[in-house]
């Protein structure tokens, strides 16, 4: 009923968050949770009405608003494995679907790869093309400079016996449950979570408390400090009853800046047990769920979870959500939700795979050899790309000066011990966006195309996704020798980060000049 008369999100789940965040009223009473349609119908003709027309006048009414996307949850867009580890930087699948897949429509007059072929990926990332290719039936090649982007990519796309990850997950999950090693610090966050249950039930009621911030009936800020200093006492009390060690100082590692010392314990143990497993696919996942709960358990606030600012060891009124919030002290819950979640995920994406071959290659698209080194790492994928060149290139080059691709992942290359390439990334932030910057931006990404082209069929398709801010493309395209024959302008929507403003991305396609 809710979606036919609003649309998508108009279900019980986001009508809870309404209510829970103050978009709208609850006015049920006797725990029955009822609100006034001509509320909620309100909220979203606001939204629906305005959206297309706002970007459209701050980004330009060539914006193709259909690869927007804007029909689809978020469930959609983080399908089966696109969501077993988080990454900055990666494309939604159903945007790699578009270009891919047979369909034609009013923007795309033909279709580029067909069944069979193999797609290219020089910056592969997460692995998202890969998997895209493998539920259409194409086989797919990755390259990236990142030892730990190929380890994510590769698990994704890997076969598992599901039976037998189970086990070796509870297994794990025993010993680490009951290691009295453990017993202290897991009893102390027990404690901890049921005080601030308590204080939060009493100081910040859902969904009344947001209620009153977004009327301004409360001063978020005078109110958020003062129970925060008054919760302060609680918590210190409970640290010192059960001598929980906090961070190390002065930390050499990121490890040590960012862990409690009985994280650092848990995750030491879990790695260890992961160690003994017999079986390579099983080992690789279980640390790829060790990696993502190992970022989610990072002594930072919520809110900068996604991008460090400093380490918060104490608790902390939250603006995110509305209460008096704290750091983790155990790794047991994330690792619990995560495996279940990651098993879940994996089976879904068994029913889609349609038998065909995909593998990232860690190294240096400027420079690799691809055909000798997808030789050593799978032959018979190696014998296809011998007996057919690849089709194509879809991929998402790195914008220039926006993300340290290596130290997003610092912690896993810590843990992992993976070799890290900072000095190999292709426009990383840490190199700035100044006129040098852009122009060894030119030069990485033209060398990526030329070496690349060597393994492409004459008539291919290349598709780079991109936010060509200084105009760079028309320049790359020129010295891989290949020329802009059509661009793609879409708005990106439902981005998770801190930066929610108006933004659109190219998807140049490119072909031999």
Known sequence: MGYELFGKGSNASNISYLIQYGR???????????????????????????????????????????????????????????????????FIPQLVEYFLDGHIDEFKKEKYFNKNDIVLDPFCGSGTTLAQANELGMHAIGIDISSFNSFIANCKISEYDTTSLEKNIDVITEKLVKSIKFTKDIEFEQNLVEKLREFNDKYFPVPSFKHKLKRKFINEDKYGQKKEEEFLSVYKNLVKKYRI??????????????????????????????????????????ALILSRTMRSCRVTTHSDLATLVEPISTTYYCPKHGKICKPIFSIIKWWKVYSKDTVKRIKEFEKLKTGTCQYCLSGDARTIN?????????????????????????????????????????????????????????????????????????????????????????????????????????????????????????????????????YAEIIFHLKEN
């Not at 119908?41 to 608003?65: Q, T, V």
């Not at 492409?456 to 020129?478: M, Q, R």
């Open 245 to 286: 060690e906090l961070l190390k100082q002065n930390p050499k590692t990121f490890i040590e800046k960012w862990y409690f010392k009985n994280i650092i314990d848990e995750l030491n143990f879990v790695f260890d047990e992961i160690k003994s497993i017999k079986d390579a696919n099983n080992k690789n996942i279980l």
């Open 370 to 502: 691809i055909s000798m080194v997808l030789s050593k790492k799978n032959k018979s994928f190696a014998d296809i790309l011998n007996k057919q060149k690849i089709s194509g290139i879809f991929s998402s080059p790195p914008y220039v000066g926006l993300i340290d691709y290596h130290e997003q992942h610092a912690y896993a290359y810590d843990l992992f011990n993976f070799k890290r390439k900072d000095e190999f990334e292709i426009g990383p932030l840490f190199k700035g966006q100044t006129k040098e910057a852009q122009k060894n931006y030119i030069e990485g990404i033209s060398a990526v195309l030329n070496n690349c082209k060597k393994y492409l069929k004459e008539d291919y398709n290349v598709f780079l996704v991109a936010n060509d801010k200084y105009n760079l493309y028309s320049v790359i395209a020129k010295k891989a020798g290949m020329k802009i024959i059509n661009t793609f302008k879409r708005p990106v929507l439902n981005r998770t980060e801190k930066d929610k403003g108006v």
């Open 24 to 90: 709208i009223r609850k006015i049920g009473h006797n725990g029955s949770t009822q609100i006034l349609k001509s509320e909620l119908k309100k909220y979203y003709c606001a939204i629906n009405k305005s959206r297309e027309s706002s970007w459209k006048d701050k980004l330009g009414w060539d914006l193709n608003w259909k690869l927007s996307f804007d029909n689809l949850k978020e469930s959609d867009t983080t399908k089966h494995i696109h969501r077993l580890h988080p990454y900055k930087g990666k």
